[in-house]
């Protein structure tokens, strides 16, 4: 019996099964693209950047931040388009856009967990469906049924708790290798920004900034 046979017979509880895996296929292949684009050379992109702002080269240190178009390069130019108007401003618009990246990055995850939680269920609801339809042939028959005339309620109750299982399980792991990546360029964005608001700062008051050779993400 090949897979559309097997989905037929799992009755009217494979279509929301069906919609689930839809919609997370869709969410993984999609935060899968955004944070492909998202990962950034943390140590090159920082020893660039604070290279730049020793010289206050403002302008060229948001031209590379162009060059990069990642989630902290963004966050970075933001912040350094209001160097003029002081420090303060500076590290505002970091906190400001970097939860915004933040928030773009998350975008659809909790509909991922939701997809991860509620397929299983849908699965278990076909097995009591299934189940119930089974009951109620032995119930037809008087009591007088084999195993081939409670095969179908059986079927039914089985591939529905197979499918809704399996697509919970790929939605589930999908999501914690998502967390797990966006985790680590939210690592990446703070120590970017810590580094570029000290380097800001240690310029601006004259004091020596740490060579380069002795930075250590």
């Known amino acids: 019996m090949d897979l559309f046979s097997m989905f037929m017979r799992g009755g009217t509880i494979m279509w ?4 689930c895996s839809i919609i997370g296929l869709g969410i993984t292949i999609d935060r899968y693209l955004m944070l492909r684009k998202a990962r950034t050379n943390a140590t090159g992109f920082i020893i660039k950047i604070r290279s730049l702002l020793k010289k206050k080269d403002i302008e060229g240190a948001i031209a590379v931040c162009l060059q990069e178009r990642t989630p902290a390069a963004n966050i970075i130019r933001q ?12 590290k505002e618009a970091i906190e400001n856009i970097g939860r915004r990246e933040v928030i773009k990055l998350e975008k659809g995850l909790n ?3 939701t997809v991860a939680g509620m397929a299983p269920l849908l699965g278990f609801l076909g097995t ?8 109620q042939r032995i119930e037809e028959l008087k009591g007088n049924a084999n195993p081939s005339d409670l095969a179908g309620g059986i079927w039914e109750a089985l591939l529905t708790t197979a ?3 399996g697509v919970g399980i ?3 792991v999908a999501y914690n290798y998502f967390i797990s990546e966006i985790t680590k360029v939210v690592s990446d964005i703070e120590i970017i920004s810590n580094d570029v608001v000290d380097t800001l700062e240690e310029t601006e008051a004259g004091i020596k900034a740490v060579d380069d050779e002795d930075f250590v993400l």
């Not at 912040?79 to 500076?90: C, N, Q």
């Not at 009591?128 to 009951?135: E, K, L, N, P």
């Open 79 to 90: 912040g350094l388009k209001r160097y003029r108007f002081g420090h303060a401003r500076v």
């Open 16 to 19: 929301p099964i069906l919609a």
């Open 170 to 172: 790929i939605a589930l």
């Open 128 to 135: 009591v469906t299934g189940m119930i339809t089974a009951f």
């Open 163 to 165: 499918f809704g299982l």
């Open 111 to 113: 509909v991922l967990a």
